[in-house]
């Protein structure tokens, strides 16, 4: 059975070959902006989920004019700070004021999945869920967050951080679980093709 990630996320990917899996790599095109607009006043679990939904149904759709069964896996991820929900940034302008709000404080990593099975050129499985992690940060000084965010890597990361990149300099530790910080949860990821009737000790590489 293949393994399709529906994302260009390389911190996922990496997670996923650490523990096993050599995953293809489909990014869906999803307006992420456009599925949000769909929803009524969505908690922020309800936005992560749908917009991960979303990611591994049309990349589902291109899988199922294939011949292989496939499982397709979609994730979100945004960090709850100050109760707003804040995505990738985007500029360093953005993730400067992120910064200003989240040193030395505390916010909630959500990362929504789903885990769509596709055979025989249809889908005819899916299972989502939610994954939540508290991440404490350290208030960086002036200049060492001037220079993270001259490295770009913030920018292009939901909650303007990473965990197993730069950011984790400036990462004083975390309440849940660590995988999901960095993209994709393995513990939900396992359960939710349990659920799609997939064993992930069947997916490991020989």
Partial sequence: MRFVLASASPARLAVLRAAGIDASVMVSGVDEDAVAATLTDP??????????????AAVAETVAGGE????V???????????????????????RKRWA??????GDLLTGHAVTRV??????????????????????????????????EPLQVAGAFTLDGLGGWFVEGIDGDPSS?????????????????VRVVDLWRP
């Fill in 68 to 71: 292989s069964d496939s499982v």
């Fill in 181 to 197: 910080v960095i993209g994709i949860s393995l513990p939900l990821t396992r359960r939710l093709l349990a659920e799609v009737g």
């Fill in 119 to 152: 055979e025989g050129g249809r889908r005819v499985r899916e299972a989502t869920g939610t994954q939540s992690t508290r991440v404490r940060f350290v208030a960086p000084d002036p200049d060492e967050l001037e220079a993270y965010l001259g490295t770009g």
């Fill in 73 to 95: 896996v979609g994730c979100d991820s945004m960090l709850s700070i100050g109760g707003e929900m804040v995505g990738k940034p985007g500029t360093a302008e953005v993730a």
């Fill in 101 to 106: 709000a989240m040193a030395g404080g505390s």
């Fill in 43 to 56: 908690g922020p679990a309800e936005l992560v989920t749908a917009l991960a939904s979303a990611k591994a």
